[in-house]
């Protein structure tokens, strides 16, 4: 199981814009189909965005649609998530992991929306 490791998370008010990245050492991110998830407080984890391994093909929540895009530094290796005119209901705590997701999740990084 590779434990992926997210950051970028913050304070930002209505309208802010913020940058998660997800790493996973010693593990190669461009062979998998990877996604970002968030759970808020009281409700279930759900998808946010979702990024092909082959063509880098994404998908959307529809409540991010327009908003939110994913996508994929080789050099480094990593996933992102740019996050742009930000909802208090953004609120979350973000993950990222294979899409579909395995049971391997990492600690998230919290996104508050807030004035």
């Known amino acids: 199981q590779v434990p992926f490791v997210e950051s970028g998370g913050g304070l930002v008010q209505p309208g802010g814009s913020l940058r998660l990245s997800c790493a996973a050492s010693?593990?190669?991110?461009?062979?998998?189909?990877m996604g970002w998830f968030r759970q808020a407080p009281g409700k279930e984890r759900e998808f946010v965005a979702g990024?092909?391994?082959?063509?880098?093909?994404?998908d959307y929540a529809d409540s991010v649609k327009g908003r939110f895009t994913i996508s994929r530094d080789g050099a480094k290796n990593t996933v992102s998530l740019q996050m742009n005119s930000l909802k208090p209901e953004d609120t979350a705590l973000y993950y990222c992991?294979?899409?579909?997701?395995?049971?391997?999740w990492g600690q998230g990084t919290q996104v508050t929306v807030s004035s």
């Open positions: 992991n294979r899409n579909p997701p395995t049971s391997a």
């Open positions: 990024i092909s391994r082959t063509l880098g093909v994404t």
């Open positions: 010693g593990t190669n991110l461009r062979i998998y189909n």
